[in-house]
């Protein structure tokens, strides 16, 4: 049963910092690129950053330079280190997997999905 589980989401102050986490079991972890996506209230879902299983990364202009991703395959956890936080950045947070870096930030259609996690900004 493949599972992707985030954590690590809350409120925090404009300017500051979090760590999401993205702890995934059941499915080949260390193929896999691993997205982030977010939706903020009344907006469509968009693509924030992603790894590929090899190590490459993107990010939506919005978040360079801000946000990091990375991964931890001896772990199966994906990480996403997001500083200098904005009231914009308020969304739920999701990671997704698949087997290809096209399904995941190509054509944004990854194969699984977390439950999300609430991030906040705000003072």
């Known amino acids: 049963q493949v599972q992707l589980v985030e954590s690590g989401g809350g409120e925090v102050q404009p300017g500051g910092s979090l760590r999401l986490s993205c702890a995934a079991s059941?499915?080949?972890?260390?193929?896999?690129?691993i997205g982030w996506f977010r939706q903020a209230p009344g907006k469509e879902r968009e693509g924030v950053s992603c790894?590929?299983?090899?190590?490459?990364?993107y990010y939506a202009d919005s978040v360079k330079a801000r946000f990091t991703i990375s991964r931890d395959n001896a772990k199966n956890t994906v990480y996403l280190q997001m500083n200098s936080l904005k009231p914009e950045d308020t969304a739920v947070y999701y990671c997704?997997?698949?087997?290809?870096?096209?399904?995941?930030?190509?054509?944004?259609?990854?194969?699984?999905w977390g439950q999300g996690t609430q991030v906040t900004v705000s003072s």
């Open positions: 997704a997997a698949a087997n290809s870096w096209v399904k995941v930030w190509g054509l944004r259609r990854p194969d699984y």
């Open positions: 059941g499915f080949t972890f260390n193929t896999n690129t």
């Open positions: 790894i590929s299983s090899g190590g490459n990364t």
